[in-house]
């Protein structure tokens, strides 16, 4: 199966600063998602990005589909941005069975 | 927009003992998911539904897992004879075919 690399592991920011979060595919993927995960363990979608760019309000996604990677960008951080980010596809040629393949995600705190 | 909910949110269980969990899906979704997650790691694909049929299974899902859609609408998940190892938190997805996925809230299973 794909396998789904996501960097940095981990990331501390200050009030008011910027970030990348990147996500690598092994392979290509359909139904690329990316997802916020709060302290309480609740999954909360951002974006639902398989090809091109989407925005946000302060958060922004953008999918290279042919480069097997996305990126989600978070502009302004605020300390309820803290948590764990993860993306998620499905393998093409699977039959579009939407069954995801999650990277191990990124931690993220933001700091007052 | 009620969202999709799980039940219960939290189980304690004895090693040994059955359980079930419950999953109500958006109304319109025909699509449903479970997926597990442990401890620092990112959800794994457990089963899935179109209305009423499972139509993949991981390998991750042994002979003592069953889930079932009656009706295309709501899920459970039964664990038979659970072991420590089967802790978890245990997530339930639905979506429109293979397009963006919602999630619940989860239920967080504990075995001792």
């Known amino acids: 199966g794909i396998q789904v690399e996501q960097s940095p592991p981990d990331l501390i920011l200050q009030e008011g600063a910027n970030s990348t979060l990147r996500c690598n595919f092994s392979d290509s993927v359909n139904n690329l998602q990316w997802f916020h995960q709060n302290p309480w363990g609740q999954l909360i979608n951002l974006f639902y990005i398989p090809s091109g760019t989407k925005q946000n309000g302060r958060l922004s996604a953008t999918t290279v589909a042919t480069e097997r990677y996305s990126l989600l960008y978070i502009s302004s951080s605020q300390t309820t941005d803290s948590g764990v980010y993860f993306c998620a596809g499905d393998t093409h040629g699977s039959g579009n069975t939407g069954k995801l393949i999650f990277g191990q995600g990124t931690t993220l705190q933001v700091k007052p | 927009d009620t969202g999709v909910s799980q039940n219960p949110r939290h189980k304690i269980t004895k090693r040994g003992q059955n359980v079930t969990f419950r999953c109500d899906p958006i109304?319109?979704?025909?699509?449903l998911y479970w997926y597990r997650q442990t401890l620092g790691q990112g959800p794994e694909f457990l089963t899935y539904?179109?209305?009423?049929?499972?139509?993949?299974k991981s390998r991750l899902l042994s002979d003592r897992f069953s889930a079932e859609r009656p009706k295309g609408s709501f899920s459970t998940l039964e664990i038979q004879r659970t072991e420590q190892g089967d802790s978890a938190m245990y997530l339930c997805a639905s979506s429109i075919l293979q397009e963006t996925q919602y999630f619940g809230p989860g239920t967080r299973l504990l075995v001792l």
């Open positions: 539904f179109q209305n009423e049929a499972q139509l993949e």
């Open positions: 109304s319109e979704h025909n699509r």
